[in-house]
């Protein structure tokens, strides 16, 4: 088998009778049968190919493949962003009357669909402390159908231990989900570890220079069934345009995450040495409760480093307004480095309280390491604590 950097690379649709060497974008709504009879056997399933890329596109599909390729899965299914990824995996998979089981620690929008847009249809969600499994089987109940977790969490960066979730949802036959965002198919595989889906925002490193918005879900074929059979009508389709940049994107992504990664390292053990950081997370450093739990399932550390600055709240906007480099905004995975306060903006929706058992602190930021020189983020980060 080849491996992930090549498959990344020579993953393509199936070249055109011009010979092009990069993949051609599929700009198209629809398609054109051959005759009237071709038309009914497409729209009936009785033939494969494209009926209308609202269901399907060649230049989407090579995105599908190559992140099926990278995560180990059966089949995948790509959406026009991320949460529109997360919101179609469990609208396709679960009744009314049914329940997840989730880590308490997951992304602000998550939380809303949680708590607030799933009830209106009785879907309900308990949550869990992050690997309290004791606490994790105390909370199944027979309504439970979906096992659902981050790591490392956004923004807390805490480590779930895939093995042992994958053993809970096996032995109360619980679908089991993964959101691996932030480690991207080359640092970390979850269906190795027994996951069922796992969940990208591609918007994020797949991407990996800010430019547009995509999601993807990769795993068992059932399941990429149902949620494929309620995409086609509900219509979170991933655009043939961004398909193909995101596609060609996943040729660096293992380049990339190799930098993101040494760069967030050095910087990380640097602020651990600062006056001004009460603390620093990063699944790397050997301070991080979950550090042999991510050496054991990560190949990197990943890009994100978050630090608890001396001050709090009002520290915490100085630091941000006195950035000179660094951009501020609420994206990640970025070709530049971004700083960003997740109690005001990411998961400002959540309440205090909720944001403290997570451990979104008011003075927490939340670093996603770019590409620049290493000397150059610290230099700007150093001078803005200063």
Same mark, same amino acid.
């Given at each position: 088998?080849?491996?992930?950097? =090549? @498959?990344?690379?020579?993953?393509?649709?199936?070249?055109?009778?011009? *010979?092009?060497?990069?993949?051609?974008?599929?700009? =198209?709504?629809?398609?054109?049968?051959?005759?009237?009879? $071709?038309?009914?056997a497409m729209f009936a399933g009785e033939e494969d190919g494209n009926v209308y890329s609202r269901y399907s596109n060649p230049t989407v599909d090579e995105f599908i493949d190559k992140i099926c390729l990278l995560e180990n899965a059966e089949a995948g299914w790509a959406t026009a962003s991320g949460m529109a990824a997360v919101f179609t995996t469990f609208a396709a998979l679960l009744d009314a009357g049914d329940e997840v089981l989730s880590s308490r620690s997951v992304f602000g929008s998550t939380h809303k669909l949680f708590t607030q847009i799933f009830p209106k249809w009785n879907i309900h969600t308990n949550y869990v402390s992050v690997n309290d499994f004791d606490e994790w089987e105390e909370a199944i109940t027979p309504n439970t159908k979906i096992l659902y977790l981050e790591t490392p969490s956004n923004p807390a960066l805490d480590i779930v231990d895939l093995e042992k979730a994958g053993e809970l949802a096996k032995k109360h036959d619980l679908i089991y989900v993964v959101d691996n965002c932030f480690t991207t198919p080359?640092?970390?595989?979850?269906?190795?570890? /027994?996951?069922? +889906?796992?969940?990208? !925002?591609? =918007?994020?490193?797949?991407?990996? @220079? /800010?430019?547009? +918005? /995509? /999601?993807?879900?990769? *795993?068992? @074929?059932?399941?990429?069934?149902?949620?494929?059979?309620?995409?086609?009508?509900? *219509?979170?389709?991933?655009?043939?345009?961004?398909?193909?940049? +995101? !596609?060609?994107? +996943?040729?660096?992504?293992?380049?990339?995450?190799?930098? $993101?990664s040494s760069s967030a390292l050095e910087i990380a053990k640097r602020l651990q040495e600062h006056p001004s950081a009460e603390w620093v997370k990063y699944p790397f450093l050997e301070t991080h409760p979950g550090y042999e739990t991510a050496q054991k399932q990560m190949t990197m550390g990943g890009g994100i480093v978050t630090f608890g600055i001396k001050g709090g709240l009002d520290a915490g906007r100085n630091f941000l307004d006195a950035l000179e480099m660094l951009s501020l905004t609420a994206n990640l995975g970025d070709s530049r480095t971004i700083a960003t306060h997740p109690a005001s903006t990411t998961h400002s929706k959540l309440s205090e309280e909720e944001r403290q058992k997570v451990g979104i602190t008011q003075g927490l930021i939340r670093l996603s390491i770019g590409l620049e020189d290493v000397e150059d983020i610290w230099e700007d980060i150093e001078q803005a604590l200063g």
């Open positions: 088998m080849k491996r992930k950097a =090549t @498959q990344a690379i020579r993953t393509q649709t199936e070249r055109s009778k011009f *010979g092009e060497h990069a993949s051609p974008i599929y700009m =198209t709504s629809s398609y054109v049968f051959e005759n009237a009879e $071709h038309m009914r080359i640092i970390q595989n979850p269906i190795d570890f /027994g996951a069922d +889906l796992v969940i990208h !925002s591609a =918007t994020k490193y797949i991407d990996g @220079q /800010g430019r547009g +918005l /995509g /999601g993807a879900m990769a *795993g068992k @074929q059932e399941l990429i069934d149902e949620i494929e059979a309620f995409a086609r009508h509900s *219509g979170p389709c991933l655009s043939p345009f961004n398909a193909w940049m +995101l !596609s060609k994107s +996943l040729e660096t992504l293992e380049l990339r995450m190799e930098r $993101h």
